[in-house]
């Protein structure tokens, strides 16, 4: 039974410059949430997709959007890219049916810019 | 709003001592309560929580949690520590009317031999 898989594992991007971060959930999981981990910090949540909404979002603008796939798949899109944006991005799924149940992340991914 | 506080951002112990990593919470409904670890260059992994029910709450690799709801805290603990637990320790907590996981900045254990 695969985990929670994120791609890429490290990326570098210049300033300014857009990226995409990939999550594949748990097997028979259907809500996926993000997190962006700077250095030395807890996690901080970004946003929550269940159906293929959109249905939570933190404090982040709106340089950070998101997709979520019909195979509960999903993307993170972060636009103008800022250095302050380095940080380890980390996915996270479970099951909307089973609300208590606990969330299970992935590896991350590392992001820097430069 | 919900928010957890890790009053300590290290904690030493030696190998075979009791462990605590102390934890406090804010929310503003009733809560559910994580601990993650996380090693160097990975993401987190599920420890225990608490939902409901009994205070002591027993998880993997021999910790535990105990619930105090009128304290606000959910220190997690270990009997009896060893230096494969050493990591960075996740506080997380939810608000059952939310569907975000709000952290504490973390506290790194580190367990001498």
């Known amino acids: 039974d695969a985990g929670v898989t994120q791609s890429p594992t490290h990326l570098i991007k210049t300033r300014g410059q857009q990226v995409t971060l990939r999550c594949s959930p748990k097997s028979g999981h259907d809500t996926v949430s993000w997190y962006q981990q700077a250095l030395g910090q807890g996690p901080q949540f970004i946003f929550q997709?269940?159906?293929?909404?959109?249905?939570q979002r933190g404090n982040f603008p709106d340089r950070f959007s998101g997709h979520q796939f019909p195979n509960y798949s999903s993307e993170l899109n972060v636009n103008a890219l800022l250095l302050g944006d380095s940080a380890l991005y980390l996915c996270?799924?479970?099951?909307?049916?089973?609300?208590?149940?606990?969330?299970?992340f992935g590896q991350g991914t590392r992001l820097t810019v430069v | 709003a919900q928010s957890v506080a890790q009053p300590e951002d290290q904690v030493n112990v030696a190998e075979g001592n009791p462990l605590t990593v102390k934890c406090t919470y804010s929310v503003s409904g009733n809560p559910y309560l994580f601990w993650y670890v996380q090693y160097p260059n990975r993401g987190l992994q599920f420890l225990l929580k608490?939902?409901?029910?009994?205070?002591l709450v027993k998880g993997s690799y021999g910790f535990e949690a105990e619930f105090n709801k009128s304290q606000t805290s959910f220190h997690l603990k270990k009997p009896s520590a060893l230096v494969s637990d050493s990591a960075l320790y996740f506080c997380?907590?939810?608000?059952?009317?939310?569907?975000?996981?709000?952290f504490g900045a973390g506290t790194t254990v580190t367990v001498r031999a």
């Open positions: 996270a799924s479970s099951l909307a049916i089973q609300e208590n149940t606990e969330a299970f």
């Open positions: 997709y269940y159906e293929e909404e959109e249905r």
């Open positions: 997380a907590v939810r608000d059952v009317a939310d569907y975000k996981l709000s």
């Open positions: 608490y939902i409901t029910g009994d205070n």
